[in-house]
């Protein structure tokens, strides 16, 4: 059960972008809701899963993005409602299969939601997923508020029945993660009738090679290009307010509740043209035809790239109108980076409009010479996390010797928060071909750090580099092995390419908000099933050398780490106890047992190396702090003088 | 009626696993409880502990999710330095800060990166930006009433008693009780009396 189940239609409650979208869904029928976890869009299935038995309809968490894009994909084919929700990166991952699947469209509402991220709060890159919509052909649209993205949802499932295609609704952070007033609306479902058939309107219909072949769907798929440019230039998600001067400001999404409050703050209510796109691409040129013929300067707010804004461009190119854009392009008066805030969309208003805000050069020295005093607040692994015992493990193990570069390549989880450094140090570099650096904290580390699945492979290119100085290591978790890992494990066992590979099996999809995965022992609807053992895999998959370990047994786990990457071959060592958070939501949090002996300690800082961020050091002396420690005993492994210890009970 | 034109904007902050996030959804819950408008902005990391936490609350017609910088009329804090991570940025002159002093140190001023500012350094670099400045030991009366957890509810009650936004003590009680058992709302209902009241008799 959950909030959004079963509440009464005309209830307003606050709601989290992410359930306003779940809720849309639902109030559409939705039948099959599809995801791979990856913030900021995990919410949206996981208040799905929470539906999906009061409501009867059927949820998962697939094992990666492309897996679940084709399970509801192919639910779609058969007649029922379908959604998938990503983040950026995970759209990344389908790609091949949204490219292909508009020659040959799809049948149920198919709804693709993108949770985008600019300013990189949680990814790895800031990337404009809406592109991914023009690429592709597709229809995309944009809300506003939570309220909007509820309604949207709602009708995108409408459209795609209309339109055969599947529609992709674009979210960002701010949109995903934030909260506003939702009012419910009733669950109405879909008149199609369910079934398979496979010369359905068309020949060979859901075959991209059947006659009349692949160029003959594309060309279908360009003629639903004209019904997509009819269906936009009439609904309500794109308006056009008149204002009484010749500027206007055009705004998407999130763009448009910025240059709301940028237009209340500048005064300029019915001064301005205010045009709110909900539909990015493609637009609605009808209705901005007549705002480009009317205005002399426009400004274009989006989150992202300038995606409305070159379309713009091309739009008064075309019907020979000369006006003056501003955006991210040309003059820029937005940035191509980092995300959009009403004070920024505030300043590029009033650029626009020849406007001097108000001077407070004054109060802005002051406050940059205060920031000076506030620490910056690393982001750390948990207090007794058992990555903290892998890494430490991991480090033992490297080759000595300045001339041995070993490479330690990342991943995504929990873990990649060994590549995030520390806040605020900036390291020297250098143009040297090749430099050992000492890492004293896990949390700078890593030495590559890219996207899901990439370690595995990238270590493999450098094994085959030529250069023998040093060791190849990869580390992934649980979840993201079965995500991505496979088919590199697999390369590496056929080309027999040496390199060491740690699974930091932590039984859970911590970082998105403990998911569950196939290590779990639970079905994404809380059944008991199966665990896959990755000890299993990597052996079905060849690999000759492969240890299971505890991480919180530094000797054992370093021992096996040590064997691994002297094995002549592809090693995969299994670091496995499961995440602490969820012991401790499962077990409750036990008295501290764990202390210092100040009288032993000699302030050799050791302990901190581990980066538990229960350890901390005051006058010279270690010390441990009783509301996070979790007496894994890690610590009191590495202390040279044995001044941490474990009270018995 | 209420008038929602008239827009309230509260920071909490603290470091991950404080409850900061919790926190806001209270405020939030209570002002739709009393039929005003919200947005609720939620900035974490990615660390689920220890991360530095912060949410934006903003009461009445607004459409960004996010306050601008100088536009909070209050800051709570969980943490002494979170606290003044965000006031610094966001509180406008003359807005209020109410900071517990029970300080969560970060990995980088253990390590000897970074340097703590003492608590007398914080109060006089709120005060140099004009604002009005609070502390509370919010970790004691927490513990007071029952559990350490509860340490935001303490800081809620505080942000109550400075009588800025239109949200009742009954409203936050309600929304407490949707969330969660009447055990605990017992134990953060005293919780936020004790800070309610605490910041009543200083202010």
Not at chain 1, 255 to 264: K, L
Request: proline share 5%; charged share 20%.
């Amino acid at each position: 059960m959950n909030k959004v189940s079963n509440p009464p239609a005309g209830k307003k409650m606050v709601l989290l972008g992410n359930e306003a979208i779940a809720r849309g869904a639902i109030e559409a029928g939705v039948k099959v809701v599809t995801a791979y976890p990856g913030t900021p869009s995990s919410e949206i299935v996981e208040t799905l899963l929470e539906c999906s038995q009061d409501l009867g309809f059927y949820a998962e968490w697939s094992v990666n993005e492309k897996v679940s894009f084709e399970v509801s994909i192919g639910a779609s084919l058969m007649g029922v409602r379908a959604l998938t929700a990503l983040k950026g990166a995970g759209l990344n991952v389908i790609m091949d299969m949204l490219m292909t699947i508009p020659y040959t469209g799809t049948r149920g509402g198919f709804v693709l939601v993108v949770a985008d991220d600019p300013g990189a709060h949680y990814s790895s890159n800031e990337q404009d997923s809406r592109f991914a919509a023009q690429w592709a052909n597709l229809l995309c649209l944009e809300p506003e508020s939570q309220q909007e993205a509820k309604e949207m949802t709602k009708a995108a499932f409408e459209f795609s029945e209309r339109l055969e295609l599947p529609v992709i609704v674009r979210s960002a952070t701010r949109l995903s993660h934030c909260s506003g007033v939702v009012e419910i609306g009733n669950i109405e479902g879909s008149q199609m009738e369910p079934g398979f058939n496979k010369h359905y309107k068309l020949p060979f219909r859901w075959n991209v090679y059947g006659p009349p072949g692949t160029e003959g769907k594309h060309i279908w798929q360009l003629n639903q290009l004209t019904y997509i440019r009819e269906l936009v230039d009439k609904i309500k998600f794109n308006q056009v307010e008149k204002g009484s001067s010749p500027v206007a400001i055009i705004s998407s999404g999130m763009g448009t509740a910025y240059s709301r409050e940028a237009v209340r703050e500048l005064k300029q209510n019915g001064n301005l043209w205010f045009v709110k796109i909900g539909t990015p691409y493609p637009l609605p040129e009808e209705k901005l035809i007549p705002v480009l013929q009317n205005c002399k300067k426009i400004l274009v707010v989006e989150d992202g790239d300038p995606l409305i804004e070159t379309q713009l461009r091309v739009l008064a190119q075309q019907k020979g109108i000369s006006v003056k854009l501003f955006g991210k392009t040309g003059e820029g008066v937005l940035q191509l980076h980092g995300e959009l805030t009403t004070d920024k969309v505030v300043s590029a208003l009033a650029k626009v409009l020849d406007l001097k805000l108000p001077n407070d050069d004054a109060r802005k020295a002051v406050k940059t010479k205060l920031e000076a005093l506030v620490p910056p607040r690393s982001s750390t692994l948990c207090a007794g996390c058992p990555h903290l015992g892998s890494y430490w493990a991991i480090k033992k193990a490297l080759i000595s010797g300045k001339e041995n570069v070993p490479v330690v390549n990342g991943d995504i989880g929990c873990y990649e928060q060994a590549g995030y450094g520390v806040k605020g140090v900036v390291p020297e570099t250098n143009e040297l071909p090749s430099v050992r650096y000492s890492s004293k904290l896990p949390y700078d580390f890593l030495d590559t750090l890219h996207i899901m699945g990439s370690g595995i492979s990238l270590a493999q290119g450098e094994a085959r580099s030529g250069i023998e100085t040093g060791q190849y290591w990869a580390v992934a978790g649980d979840s993201t092995f079965f995500h991505s890992c496979m088919p590199g494990l697999v390369n590496a066992v056929w080309n027999g390419t040496k390199i060491t590979f740690v699974v930091m099996d932590n039984s859970w999809t911590s970082m998105t908000g403990h998911q569950v995965c196939p290590a779990t022992g639970l079905n994404p609807r809380n059944q008991t099933t199966k665990i896959i053992p990755i000890e299993d895999v990597a052996k079905s998959l060849g690999i000759e050398f492969i240890e299971v370990v505890d991480p919180y047994d530094l000797a054992e786990t370093g021992e096996a780490m040590k064997r691994a990457s002297a094995f002549d071959g592809p090693s995969v060592v299994i670091a496995r106890r499961e995440c602490v958070l969820q012991v401790l939501r499962r077990e409750g949090k036990q008295q501290p047992k764990t202390s210092v002996d100040n009288d032993r300690c000699t302030g050799c800082k050791t302990c901190l190396q581990l980066g538990c961020p229960a350890i901390t050091f005051n006058d010279k002396k270690a010390g441990i702090d009783g509301l996070l420690c979790v007496n894994c005993g890690m610590c009191a492994q590495i202390c040279p003088v044995k001044a941490i210890v474990e009270e018995k009970a | 009626m209420n008038n929602n034109s008239i827009v309230t904007n509260i920071i909490v902050s603290g470091v991950g696993g404080q409850g900061s996030i919790l926190t806001s959804h209270l405020l939030a819950e209570a002002a739709l409880i009393e039929g005003h408008e919200v947005k609720l902005a939620e900035t974490f990391g990615a660390a689920t502990r220890g991360g530095s936490v912060y949410a934006h609350v903003r009461v009445g017609e607004v459409w960004a999710p996010m306050m601008r910088e100088d536009e909070a009329d209050a800051v709570i804090s969980l943490e002494p330095l979170e606290g003044l991570r965000v006031g610094l940025k966001f509180l406008k002159p003359g807005g209020s800060a109410i900071i517990n002093t029970h300080p969560w140190y970060p990995v980088d001023v253990t390590v000897g990166r970074a340097k703590y500012p003492s608590i007398s350094t914080i109060i006089d670099a709120f005060r140099k930006i004009n604002a009005n400045i609070h502390c509370i030991d919010a970790t004691s009366l927490a513990l007071e009433a029952g559990d350490s957890r509860a340490v935001n509810s303490v800081v809620l009650g505080g942000l109550i008693a400075l009588d800025i936004l239109p949200i009742t003590r009954e409203s936050i009680f309600t929304a407490m009780s949707e969330k969660w058992k009447e055990k605990l709302v017992r134990i953060n209902e005293k919780a936020f009396d004790l800070g309610f009241d605490y910041i009543k008799s200083i202010i």
